[in-house]
């Protein structure tokens, strides 16, 4: 009786100190504004600013102009040219560009729009890029940060930097849970476009301007190369047949880049990475992060080639074949693409400012979009662990510390008085000291770490399974969820807290872990006791736990989305991707 009085004065003096929260992003209570720095990309021991791409790029081009211009002149590349004139494909297509694939360049279109730029705000949370599995800082080849400070504790949320609104989306530094909103739900309506335009291409004859069927696409993609170069553009079919250098530019794009940049893309989370094994460690996420920005980048080259193609080549002929669906010398096209483009530019200037007043709409219509698919991805029990000599040198660091008097006398004493307090919707309520915690049999785990803002790292953790402890409370039947609550406040005042399904909390790897890499947990990683799940992502691993309770629903705690990130940065319950 002493035991559950204890607990339920323990839940009492908890839950009054979990705060609502706003329903739109308070500039004025968020994260103070600060840029980074020109993008950087490391050379050896040198950072080189990315300006240089910009002279280097128009030297360059002069070149390959001039280059080609002389390579014109030679009889044996006029002679060339003429037997690969730039058609590759021998059967042209008559059916022009039907209904459908104007419609879904359009679609893909706006997709992208909010994909890259939700993009380039996912990146700005993180903005450093490895080939490697470690984000030890000194060691990424991309950054537009400057090197971490080593005279002060220096979080990855201290990493972050802002970026434009024009650019970003919503453009506010450390957005990242909006942004992601944006990104993941866009990209499963162009996942769906873009699987709808593989069965209606090959349905139709449609395949044939973007699939090579002989070996001479390669000649005569040359050919036509040397002929833009030169400024002395080969004569164009379009209507009914793709040259080479545009099919082979297509077919990449098309059946290469838009592939690897979805699975890329999974393998940055946490529940496809644990539990792929060999395939996880190959593709690390730091390899998949800058393969993924990798395709960004052939993505808005592609964008940038292509749109201007399509002015310098003939623009109304060019908007009549994709716009009007004729060919023919009206004006149709023109006259749809000049509304259409001041839609999407309207679209663009507001999505941003719109995003930040209505930043908890952007949540919830986000959940009930990709939610469903964050729960599958849920079902699979992560099994991938590495070796010792896979252990990160470097770990980041993040959170708010926990600055309380109780916790600070259980700090100074070695958290010799520490118990956790676990109650709630249990049959068998328990206060369990860190000696008895450390008695009972224990797990050992080396897993990947992966934190919301893009940075990742391996640990060895030792602990307690939560299912130990989910045999020993006794669940009853009506309990649902579990709720981790934390010594430490959140960034915007009241106690921190996290909630999981009973089902991930039964996984083989959800841990209580109080060691890290085989010492006592330290006090920047969570003592004397913190959360791993190693199918989400880690801010559902609540640090500094102080109690646990078992709860049919979460509505009534906080402002009721299942944690503290959740209620107050926009993040989903669901983070296994």
């Known amino acids: 009786m002493k035991n559950i009085q204890a607990m339920q004065a323990s839940k009492s003096a908890i839950e009054p100190n979990l705060v609502g929260a706003e329903d739109s992003l308070k500039l004025g209570h968020w994260m103070p504004y600060h840029t980074g720095i020109m993008p950087q990309v490391r050379i050896g021991k040198r950072w080189i600013s990315i300006w240089w791409a910009i002279p280097i790029a128009f030297v360059a081009a002069l070149f390959a102009v001039a280059i080609a211009q002389e390579l014109r002149t030679i009889p044996a590349v006029q002679d060339f040219i003429l037997r690969y004139p730039g058609d590759a494909t021998p059967v042209s297509v008559t059916s022009g560009f039907p209904w459908w694939l104007r419609a879904q360049h359009f679609f893909n279109a706006f997709f992208m729009m909010f994909i890259i730029r939700a993009g380039i705000q996912i990146l700005a949370d993180y903005p450093r890029l490895f080939l490697q599995r470690d984000c030890t800082p000194g060691k990424e080849w991309f950054r537009f940060q400057h090197d971490v400070p080593t005279d002060r504790l220096w979080t990855s949320k201290d990493d972050s930097v802002t970026i434009p609104g024009w650019l970003g989306i919503p453009g506010v530094r450390h957005s990242v849970g909006l942004a992601r909103w944006w990104h993941f739900t866009f990209d499963l309506l162009w996942i769906l476009n873009g699987l709808l335009y593989y069965v209606l291409l090959f349905a139709t004859n449609q395949w044939l301007r973007v699939v090579p069927t002989s070996w001479s696409v390669f000649p005569n993609a040359l050919s036509t190369l040397i002929q833009y170069l030169s400024l002395n553009f080969p004569v164009e079919h379009t ?54 920005f990798i395709v960004l980048g052939w993505f808005l080259f592609f964008i940038f080639v292509h749109t ?148 990742s790292g391996v640990a060895k953790w030792g602990g307690v399974p939560v299912r130990d402890i989910i045999k020993i409370v006794k669940p009853k039947p009506e309990a649902r969820y579990v709720v981790f609550y934390s010594f430490a406040e959140g960034a915007d005042g009241g106690i921190y807290y996290d909630v999981h399904s009973m089902r991930n909390m039964r996984h083989h790897l959800s841990l209580l872990a109080y060691e890290m890499n085989g010492e006592p947990l330290n006090f920047l990683h969570g003592a004397p006791l913190r959360l791993r799940c190693e199918n989400q992502l880690g801010f559902k691993m609540v640090k500094w736990i102080r109690a646990i309770e078992f709860v049919h629903d979460f509505k009534h705690l906080g402002a009721g989305h299942g944690g503290y990130n959740e209620d107050h940065e926009f993040y989903g319950y669901r983070m296994p991707i």
């Open 308 to 455: 201007t193609l399509v002015f310098i080549t003939g623009l109304r002929k060019n908007l009549n074949y994709m716009f009007a669906g004729v060919n023919d010398g009206s004006w149709n096209g023109f006259l749809i693409y000049i509304p259409v483009m001041i839609i999407l530019i309207g679209i663009w200037i507001m999505v941003s400012p719109l995003t930040i007043k209505y930043a908890r709409r952007v949540q919830m219509i986000g959940e009930r979009m990709v939610g469903y698919i964050q729960s599958w991805a849920e079902l699979w029990d992560p099994q991938t662990q590495y070796t010792e000599k896979d252990i990160s040198p470097y770990f980041w660091v993040n959170g708010t510390l926990p600055t309380s008097d109780e916790y600070n006398r259980l700090k100074e004493g070695n958290f010799a008085d520490y118990k956790i307090i676990i109650g709630g919707l249990v049959e068998n309520p328990q206060e369990i000291s860190y000696a008895a915690l450390k008695s009972m049999p224990k797990q050992d785990q080396i897993t990947k770490h992966f934190c919301i803002q893009g940075w």
């Open 239 to 292: 209507w009914t047949v793709y040259n080479g250098l545009q099919q082979l530019t297509y077919f990449v794009t098309i059946f290469i880049a838009a592939p690897i940049a979805f699975i890329t893309g999974v393998m940055q989370g946490p529940a496809f990475s644990n539990k792929l094994g060999w395939f996880a460690k190959f593709m690390n996420r730091q390899l998949a992060r800058t393969i993924h």
